[in-house]
């Protein structure tokens, strides 16, 4: 499923001022994030298709995987906040944009001026949204059925029938946001697609007409037909991140990451690496330092722990990793092997980015949003 | 020594804008840069102070950081590679920017054309700036002395002799850096410091004149007089990071960082919060959801062990800490004392960045230089 390994030495050529003034450079394939979006749409049958893009498209650029997504005939898509709302409004505008959390007190003015649909996650939301929203634009109202973080309790929901508010909405769909979607054996997928469906019959009676609803992130869409509703929200699935727990990934990684080599030394027996000097060498050693820290997306968890490849060969961490800088054992190849300015790969095709993750005690999304801004992420 | 509780009612209000558009909120409290400006100054007596500003000066944005320094008498600074120096120099033209690691290979035109003074850390580093460099621009010497990580060997120092190149530098100054400076009783420093005067003088006898030298990192600062040489480096010390282990901060934190309460709500016993439902709630609870998650820098590790603190109490997260929004119970408060809107304390006055930063498993300056770019830095 790797394809992904893209740097063969023409592109080491033509990508090489990046890493002379980057020192590390992201790659995302822009033939995966197709893939995975055939895959996504055949698995989401007849539902719509609306991609969450958030936290800037998970750190890889939000205005560059808009552009793919509209390539590939996407028409709306969530975001989490006004301001990237207002970032991607400046580019796209016939793009449907929708604001999972539109900031307290919510201000409908901000909103309609920069036409942003948003979802109403509480009693208060809709208040404030039927208050300012003169115009009768339409929203989305977001229904808790068990993660217990945004959306209207059933209570809520119950108390609805009695306020002036509920008749006042357009709504384009009822939401609801899945706790264990990963993970298909679990009951509770289950339970909260029941409590939806109670949810959305309730509504629909209250407002004398069908709603339309939508549950699916991207690891619902491997739930089950049954999931996919009207609408599903795919996001992480588009770059490629594994939806299933423990399970072998069927879309294909797009993204990789690579440093290069700023200096190599001998290193002598019993001398010390780094900040602290946590490691001491068993034997004389062929050092290299690397162009990436934690500062660029390479933690301080993996001292003395995480490693890289050069060649397509693993090679160790060693020392403390440092801001910008990091120090890895080459001693696996002869003293004229290898030479500055040799390309390092911190995770790409020797190394799942679902594998770096999990060294890295944490999941994919987290390690690219943590992604340095500045690092150039260049689409191949 | 905390004086960054900034966040009265009338700074609420003032900044909700921020709060409403981007969840969390980054304030920098200038006046303590300019005292720990002032301490740092008077430790450094008559060496000159040049700034390191390197990670986006720790995330919190170089330009707007450089600006403070300027207005304070600075007039040089270290960033990390071109990318950041090309950056700085488009706002600053009279500024002195030293690069500390040029890329590979070195290129000496790029320096050049942007007025960029390299720190030469290799015989490959000396040898590209010399070919390159026909107006005969100054540079800086990187001398390894005990971190393998950058700078010229000793014997790549003797070496220096046979060679033409040397002839052809002109040297500002010698640097080395320090692995252990925040721990005074490491003797390792002063084995470090020994190393730099003997190769000062060996390249100073080469050059045939006397030659600078700088040592100190924020750190080495507080190691004593005979540490401070000609030129000192000191970089996240203006932010108040403690540059003494498990020593009072002598400095004063100027970071802190607040998100807003999006919805409150009461959970039944028994229910789950958050992905994959890692907590079950023992009592009815009132819970928050809070507008920060991991893509803004609320790691992912603080799931179901980290606090945030609202009107000076502690409480906990519960569940997952997820991409933007976190979930923590506020059932120490009564039904009506909180409400929709209200500032939630990440780390400022009544959590220090460096306890946040333990909680993290980590370091000060990881934490700032994770958080999210699009955050809102506030200088105030």
Request: charged share 20%.
């Amino acid at each position: 499923m790797m394809e992904i390994n893209i740097l063969n030495q023409d592109l080491k050529k033509k990508y090489n001022k990046y890493f002379q003034q980057y020192g590390s450079v992201l790659f995302i394939n822009k033939n995966n994030i197709i893939y995975n979006s055939t895959i996504i749409s055949s698995k989401s049958k007849k539902s719509k298709i609306f991609p969450v893009i958030k936290a800037n498209a998970y750190g890889m650029g939000v205005i560059a995987i808009t552009n793919i997504l509209i390539e590939l005939g996407y028409k709306s898509i969530f975001l989490a906040n006004i301001a990237e709302g207002v970032e991607v409004r400046k580019k796209f505008k016939s793009l449907n944009i929708y604001i999972l959390n539109c900031g307290q007190p919510l201000n409908a003015q901000i909103l309609i001026k920069h036409n942003l649909i948003p979802v109403l996650n509480s009693v208060e939301d809709i208040k404030s949204w039927v208050c300012g929203n003169l115009n009768n634009e339409s929203c989305v109202i977001h229904l808790d059925t068990g993660m217990n973080r945004l959306g209207l309790s059933y209570s809520n929901i119950l108390d609805l029938k009695k306020t002036k508010y509920i008749n006042k909405l357009k709504i384009k769909f009822l939401m609801t946001h899945l706790a264990s979607a990963e993970n298909a054996k679990k009951k509770f997928n289950e339970i909260q697609l029941n409590k939806l469906q109670k949810y959305t019959k309730i509504i629909s009676k209250i407002k004398n007409h069908s709603i339309k609803s939508s549950i699916c992130n991207s690891s619902g869409i491997w739930l089950g037909e049954k999931y996919l509703l009207n609408i599903v929200r795919p996001g992480a699935s588009f770059l490629g991140i594994n939806p299933l727990l423990n399970k072998q990934n069927p879309l294909k990684e797009t993204v990789s990451m690579y440093a290069q080599i700023t200096q190599i030394r001998k290193a002598l027996k019993n001398t010390s690496v780094g900040y602290g000097q946590t490691v001491k060498l068993k034997k004389d050693s062929l050092l290299a330092t690397i162009s990436i820290g934690y500062s660029n997306g390479l933690s301080r968890l993996l001292s003395n722990k995480g490693s890289v490849y050069i060649n397509n060969k693993k090679l160790d961490i060693l020392g403390r990793v440092s801001m910008d800088l990091t120090v890895i054992d080459i001693s696996k190849f002869n003293d004229r092997e290898l030479k500055i300015g040799d390309i390092v790969e911190i995770f790409g095709p020797n190394k799942s980015l679902e594998k770096f993750a999990i060294e890295n005690n944490t999941i994919p999304y987290e390690i690219l949003c943590n992604i340095d801004k500045n690092i150039p992420k260049i689409i191949v």
